[in-house]
Structures are given as C-alpha cells and as structure tokens.
C-alpha cells in the first residue's frame, strides 16, 4: 500500500489548510486511517484518527476542535481540515494506514506511511 501526502504549505496564524492523503490500497474501505506530525526538533505526535467505517474520529487534545479528519472511500482519500492555525502546528505531517481494527494513537500500529507534507504557520 502506498500513501501520497499532499496540500502542505505556508499559512499565516489564524488560517486553514487542507491535507489529503491518497491511498492505493484496493480495499481503503478497510483501513483505518491516522495522521501525525513531526515538529523541528520533536519528536512525531498523533494528530488524528478515523476508522474504517468513518465512525468515532480521534484527536490530539492540542487540535480538538480545530482539525477535521474525514474520509472518502470511493475516492481512496483521507483528509484532515486544519483550521485556526498556530505557529506550534508547524511540522511535517504524514499519513498513516493500518487494516482494520480501531483508531490508536500509537503510530507503531500503523503499518504504511506517507512521504509527508510540510506545514508551515508564519506571519
């Protein structure tokens, strides 16, 4: 399976991104799907979580409220609207894939990872 990262960029504080993450697994409808973030010089955190079936989407305390993770199976893809960005969400952001089970934030359960795409809030 291979994941492809994409929709990083430069946004000032305050603004929105929208990452997606494109999947060419042939069964993407039975994946759960993750995504997490290394800041410079930290180490990789979860970000967030959605199941297989789209149901109970799990978030880092530091992006409730504030990122959204869906997913459209038809389409492979798995996304993660990020809104009301800080300078502390900067960090390269990759996605992350494990069949089936239920969304963790341990990212050794993970068994495939994007490339990353870079994020960058800066005024």
């Known amino acids: 399976v291979q994941l492809q990262a994409s929709g990083g960029g430069l946004v000032q504080p305050g603004g929105s991104l929208r990452l997606s993450c494109v999947a060419s697994?042939?069964?993407?409808?039975?994946?759960?799907m993750g995504w997490f973030r290394r800041a410079p010089g930290k180490e990789r955190e979860f970000v967030a979580a959605?199941?297989?079936?789209?149901?109970?989407?799990l978030y880092a305390d530091s992006v409730k409220g504030r990122f959204t993770i869906s997913r459209v199976d038809t389409g492979n893809t798995v996304y993660m609207q990020m809104n009301s960005l800080t300078p502390e969400d900067t960090a390269v952001y990759y996605c992350?894939?494990?069949?089936?089970?239920?969304?963790?934030?341990?990212?050794?359960?993970?068994?495939?990872w994007g490339q990353g795409t870079l994020v960058t809030v800066s005024s």
């Open positions: 992350a894939g494990k069949k089936w089970g239920i969304v963790t934030p341990d990212a050794m359960q993970y068994n495939y």
């Open positions: 697994a042939r069964t993407f409808n039975t994946y759960v």
């Open positions: 959605i199941t297989w079936n789209s149901g109970s989407p």
